[in-house]
């Protein structure tokens, strides 16, 4: 018999958001939307009166809800993803055994708040330590899904003050113009044409993420239509990209159709026939890590260019933002919201998009001096 709620969701102006408190057997709990309008005053009533119906559930130690969870992120995502959250629950939450064999009831925010001051006291960044705090959250939201009990409230977990925040490099200019006039390295002590070097241009002119880039099929480039369909992952395996933003499709500048040319002759002079924009040496399709090892151990390192593939993405976006509008420059990137094909195809390219690759053949015009 579902207990009956008297109480409603009230705003918080202070917090922005709906809360209401309820209580069953003697435990009280807070359920939250930020959600504005009755849209969210009824998502919180509604997760109160999902709770009080669930009746009493299993009190579980917190180890078996988190191989529970665990479990049901591996069955229901790509594997970098369980990988990533069973690496941090592993590091950070099974080894402390005060933590991990608690009930999930008695666990308290204060207990959650020490394991993330500790990661902060290893010397770990901000953006780690957030990630940690994050994936916890991610639990607490299945957690939500089967009716556990908990007491932790994740809107007071802080992330230590003094956390380290990564500095982000860029290549500099000086470095761009060796990057855009030569395509050789010293390998072996040998001069050595790079294979990649089309990719590593691309990447600073377009600022598309290196799992994007050797992800893109010949069919995806529509002259000057460039549509991210997919991406790869370190592990190798094809995934719809980063987020749901990352599927999107732009209009490219002269200067990344003149390196897809660039590219496109210098397959065609070694003989090498591939479905893909950006082959491996053998036309099968190019591992995100080879593309990354060969900057990183030869044509970066020869030429002083100590940045790493996403810093190159960090380059374009550094310096497209001095011009372009930041909604403009967050759909070119993939952070803003999705473009369907069709209305890029058709109105957008003779508006925004086209706007953007003009922008960007200016900059570039600028730095490259062309």
């Known amino acids: 018999m579902a207990k009956t709620r008297t109480a409603e969701a009230l705003w918080i102006e202070s917090r922005q958001r709906w809360q209401i408190n309820v209580q069953r057997d003697g435990k009280r709990r807070t359920f939250v939307s930020s959600t504005p309008g009755r849209r969210g005053k009824r998502e919180a009533e509604t997760k109160a009166d999902e709770w009080l119906d669930a009746g009493q559930p299993d009190d579980m130690r917190f180890d078996v809800a988190w191989g529970e969870y665990v479990t049901q992120v591996k069955d229901n995502t790509r594997t970098s993803n369980y990988k990533s959250l069973d690496s941090i629950g592993r590091t950070w939450f099974l080894s402390d055994e005060k933590f991990c064999k608690k009930k999930l009831s008695k666990l308290t925010t204060k207990d959650l708040q020490t394991i993330i001051t500790s990661a902060g006291k290893s010397g770990l960044s901000r953006r780690t330590i957030k990630n940690i705090r994050d994936k916890f959250g991610s639990f607490l939201r299945y957690a939500d899904s089967r009716h556990w009990e908990y007491s ?201 998009k086209q706007r953007a690759a003009d922008i960007i053949d200016n900059i570039f015009n600028r730095i490259l001096q062309l």
């Open 152 to 352: 932790i409230e994740m809107e007071y977990i802080q992330i230590p003050t003094d956390a380290k925040v990564e500095e982000k490099k860029i290549i500099q200019p000086d470095k761009l113009k060796i990057l855009f006039s030569t395509d050789l390295y010293i390998d072996h002590g040998k001069p050595t044409q790079c294979f990649y070097i089309h990719a590593y241009r691309f990447l600073v002119v377009t600022g598309y993420r290196r799992g994007e880039l050797c992800g893109f099929l010949r069919e995806d480039y529509q002259k000057p239509v460039l549509t991210v369909n997919r991406a790869i992952n370190e592990l190798g395996e094809v995934t719809a990209g980063k987020n749901d933003n990352a599927r999107r499709t732009n209009v490219l500048s002269q200067h990344a159709q003149k390196i897809l040319e660039d590219q496109e002759a210098m397959l065609k002079a070694r003989g090498i026939i591939s479905p893909w924009l950006f082959p491996a040496p053998d036309g099968g399709r190019l591992s995100p890590t080879s593309l990354y090892s060969t900057w990183r151990k030869g044509y970066g390192k020869h030429h002083g260019m100590d940045v790493s593939l996403h810093e190159l993405r960090h380059t374009f976006v550094t310096i497209a933002k001095l011009e372009m509008p930041e909604a403009l420059l967050k759909d070119v990137v993939g952070h803003g919201a999705s473009m369907d094909t069709f209305g890029v195809y058709g109105h957008e390219i003779d508006g925004d």
